[in-house]
């Protein structure tokens, strides 16, 4: 083993979260953390409602799912004004109850020395869990590390509710035993503020020291099944369909590319925030002459052939297949698919959100940027993308090696290295979970 791991042989460290599934970004940042702890000589487990890893390594709780319909129930009535009524009470804390002797079960049958909670201590999207948690680990003494992506006070729907008292228990908590963690420096500086608490920054990251494949026949098939043209261009739009995604100004972009035969095309389905902006982005495709092309039919987490026979991409391919990557967005945690976009070496348009602005402009990327709105300069550098080939080459070319030197796996690896520390220290547990 090498000697970098030695430090760690034969630890266990478990993942908490609502969901450990798919491809939405929490789940991806989990596979990307158990990489590098795997390269420490950790042992990764898993506990979630919903679970893709190995069942060997894993620990499905029936109910720890924020779409299980009494957990939905539970959050709806929470985020209302006024009083809590009882009855909310005793549905939060039975079900608070019942979740917590299934972790503490779950983590002794996995052999836990240590854990990683996944958001499930950050946004209350199931607060009898994060109640659940913050006692657990109590109990056990468990070192913790609670990796925060997006907090209640970053969205509108969780800014009035009958929960207060929740809210400041556990999301996030203040234990000795938990590091804090959060994936950009203006979210550690607004949870110091309201909390008092100290919390690192750890960006995403992707895997820069093993660059992809180059592109195969295969991915190059998927422009034919979305009906796109060899000359036409393939705009990328990599995001769910949510309002914050700013998908109007893609939009917009393919319409003045028109003359390229420019298509859009959207990876991902409507998220968790509705169907309106969906149908909003409908109507207003139609009023600018783009025609929208909804890839989800055709994406999935393997190569393949779907049940009607038609042929599936991952989306990898889907980058791989694209000749530019549109990221409008209007609020990010952080960017994974400006990070995806910079690995598979496309060039992006990219809307200055304020945590680009924050965490990733001032790296140094080679970037198409805009402030409120598209403007003929934003053509124009677009323009000369598609003009002057070399041009195109030499600014992928140099992001890579930006994002190698900011947000590879080693920054990430250096990054962990001292909190695992910690954490594994304040455990103190054997493998027989003695304490």
């Known amino acids: 083993m090498p000697e970098r791991a030695q430090m760690f042989e034969g630890k266990r460290i478990a993942f908490v979260s609502t969901r450990i599934a798919g491809t939405d970004g929490v789940s991806l940042e989990i596979a990307k953390w158990a990489r590098v702890l795997e390269g420490l000589g950790i042992e990764c487990r898993y506990v979630a409602g919903e679970c893709d890893r ?23 009535r929470a985020f209302r004004p006024g009083p809590r009524p009882p009855a909310l ?42 109640l659940a ?13 609670a990796h925060h992506h997006d907090f209640h006070w970053e969205r509108a729907r969780f800014q009035s509710s009958c929960v207060e008292d929740y809210l400041r228990y556990a999301f996030p908590p203040a234990l000795g035993s938990i590091q804090h963690v959060t994936i950009n420096r203006v979210a550690a500086e607004e949870f110091a503020r309201r909390t008092g608490l100290h919390c690192r ?30 000359g036409d261009l393939l705009i990328l ?33 409507a998220g968790d925030e509705g169907a309106s902006y969906a149908h ?3 109507l207003f495709s139609d009023l600018m ?10 994406i999935a987490e393997r190569r393949g052939t779907g049940a009607d026979g038609r042929p599936l991409f991952t989306l990898e391919d889907a980058y791989m297949a694209a000749d ?61 993308l598609f003009n002057r080939p070399g041009r195109r080459q030499s600014m992928v070319e140099h992001n890579y090696q930006v994002a190698e030197r900011c947000f590879s796996y080693q920054v990430l690896e250096e990054e962990l290295r001292p909190m695992l520390r910690r954490a594994f220290f304040f455990g103190g547990r054997d493998r027989g979970g003695s304490q």
């Open 201 to 230: 920054v750890v960006p995403n990251v992707m895997d820069f020291g093993h660059p992809p494949s180059p592109p195969d026949a295969y991915a190059q098939e998927l422009r034919r099944a979305l009906g796109i043209g060899e």
């Open 280 to 282: 909003f982005l409908g």
């Open 133 to 145: 948690l913050v006692q657990v680990l109590q109990e056990t003494r468990l070192g913790c590390i």
């Open 237 to 269: 739009q990599p995001t769910r369909v949510v309002a914050r995604k700013g998908i109007e100004h893609a939009v917009e972009l393919a319409r003045r590319l028109k003359d390229r035969g420019a298509r859009l095309v959207i990876t991902h389905r």
């Open 54 to 76: 190995p069942a060997a390594d894993s620990a499905v709780i029936e109910g720890a799912h924020f779409q299980h319909d009494e957990i939905a129930d539970i959050g709806v």
């Open 324 to 384: 530019l990557v549109t990221y409008p967005s209007e609020n990010e945690g952080f960017g994974n698919a400006f990070l995806e976009a910079v690995y598979y070496r496309q060039p992006v348009v990219c809307k200055r959100y304020p945590i680009f602005r924050s965490d990733i402009e001032p790296c140094g990327f080679r970037v198409i940027t805009f402030d409120d709105y598209l403007t003929q300069g934003t053509l124009e550098a677009v323009e000369g």
């Open 89 to 130: 009470t005793e549905d939060i804390e039975r079900w608070a109850r019942r979740l917590r002797g299934h972790l503490r079960e779950a983590l002794g049958d996995l052999g836990a020395d240590a854990v990683i909670v996944e958001n499930a201590l950050t946004i209350p999207m199931h607060i009898p869990l994060g």
């Open 289 to 298: 002459g783009v025609d929208l092309v909804y890839a989800t039919p055709w």
